[in-house]
């Protein structure tokens, strides 16, 4: 049984997550499964498999009101570097399980929070400490995130030492009012600054990120957004549509003053948006690599991490709160500070929840995240899974056909821009029963 596709979505943003990050979801994920990560480290690793590293830096200058993911303001410098001291100690421990031990990583993201806050001397402890306990001999990625209010030469300059390929810009809007409105760090003067310190440092994939939808947005301000992109030329683009998951300051404002509707832009807007930006920067010769990417020369630029994660790799996950998938089980860690430290020095991984996924689950995994990129071929998964996604899902197929999103010419099923720019939504018909109802949790 699967969930119906024809509800439509509400013209306003009320609060919730509809973004589909990974499946099954989070919130079936649980702590008495734990035993089954562990049990998927003692294991070899499946053959063929690669292997990257995320870290979550959870350090910021603010917090971002629409911000949800678990990051600190707070924390002193002695703080810090015990968190850093033992993201270490976890990779260590990591790398002496026998389905890690001996494999080189073939792709590392540092994420946040702000990797950029930390100092140029703790980043190459970090990174130097890393290298030893898991190789990056013939890493074919690493993607570093980037406040630009942070990035100053000399941190640009350490940052390409340490052996980042792709340097992604958390700009999301260029406008000084709508950036201290939604609680962003920087200013526009320091965009620029970043982005021309990073080129002038011989960075050739440099990625942009903008949001649709932020409050105090407009169509004027959104266009001026487009243009100004467009005109700094970064290798890669990417949009998010603006939601208001519940642990954010936007709710608890909304909450606090009986809200429904969120203070941004409906959906409709947001998505209009997002096509507008597309078409001008296809015009400016940008390919449309997903529903939230588009590339100035696909042939050179990729984005290794997304692309492996999608089909299966597994996924180191070390920091507070992070996520990782391990031999077919996906775990997340300890999701606050104090916990995973203290795991960690007690020499133990800081393991918190998991969840194994039977076949059919991790078959509707791969579907639908690599339906992000707008096109699947269905052998891949026939190959793979020993199911045709065809058969598998053919009523909501044909149904999403019917209503113009999709067209299916042999193997191959091909997204309308109109449903790329909605793909999350319908992404959720493809759940399981048991899961409809998890982009509320």
């Known amino acids: 049984m699967t969930t119906d596709l024809t509800e439509k979505p509400a013209e306003s943003t009320t609060v919730g997550n509809y973004f589909v990050s990974n499946y099954p979801p989070f919130s079936f994920w649980e702590q008495s499964r734990v035993p089954e990560i562990s049990s998927a480290l003692n294991r070899a690793p499946r053959p063929g498999t690669d292997l990257g590293v995320y870290l979550h830096i ?35 421990l990591y790398a002496k399980q026998p389905a890690i031990a001996g494999r080189k990583t073939k792709f590392v993201y540092f994420g946040g ?39 100053t030469d000399r941190k640009i300059d350490t940052i390409k030492q340490i052996g980042v390929t ?25 965009v620029y600054r970043a982005y021309e310190r990073a080129r002038n440092a011989g960075y050739h994939n440099i990625n942009i990120d903008l949001i649709a939808g932020m409050m105090n947005e407009t169509e004027d301000n959104w266009k001026s957004c487009v243009a100004k992109t467009i005109e700094l030329a970064p290798d890669s683009v990417t949009i998010y549509q603006m939601e ?73 996950g070390l920091g507070v709160s992070s996520f990782g998938h391990i031999n077919g089980t ?69 149904t999403l056909v019917k209503q113009g999103h999709f067209a299916i010419n042999g193997t191959i099923i091909t997204l ?9 939504r319908l992404l959720h018909g493809f759940f399981l029963t048991k899961h409809a109802n998890a982009r509320y949790a």
């Open 330 to 398: 996906h775990y997340q860690n300890e999701h606050d500070f104090a916990p995973y430290l203290a795991r960690l020095q007690s020499g133990e991984l800081p393991l918190h929840r998991a969840y194994t996924p039977d076949n059919d689950e991790r078959l509707i995994r791969e579907f639908i995240l690599q339906l992000k990129l707008g096109r699947v071929d269905t052998s891949y998964f026939a190959n793979k899974f020993g199911v045709d996604p065809r058969e598998r899902f053919k009523a909501q197929l044909e």
């Open 416 to 424: 309308t821009r109109d449903a790329l720019l909605q793909v999350d």
């Open 166 to 190: 792709r340097l992604s810009l958390g700009v999301e809007n260029f406008d000084d009012h709508v950036l201290t409105s939604n609680g962003r760090a920087h200013e526009s003067k320091q």
């Open 113 to 151: 929070g702000t990797p950029s806050f930390l100092s140029s001397e703790q980043l190459i402890a970090l990174t130097d400490g890393m290298k030893y306990a898991v190789p990056w001999d013939g890493v074919e990625e690493v993607t570093f995130e980037c406040e630009p209010g942070t990035l």
């Open 58 to 92: 959870p350090f910021c200058r603010k917090r971002c009101h629409f911000c949800y993911f678990r990051v600190y303001t707070d924390k002193k410098n002695d703080e810090i570097q015990a968190y850093l001291d033992a993201a270490l100690l976890e990779l260590s």
């Open 244 to 316: 208001v998951p519940y642990n954010t300051t936007i709710y608890k404002e909304m909450k606090a003053e009986g809200k429904v509707t969120a203070p941004v832009a409906d959906w409709d807007t947001k998505r209009r948006w997002v096509s507008y930006a597309f078409d001008e920067l296809v015009k400016n010769g940008y390919t449309v690599k997903s529903a939230y990417t588009a590339t100035k020369n696909s042939s050179k630029v990729s984005f290794v991490y997304r692309d492996k994660l999608w089909a299966g790799a597994d996924l180191l």
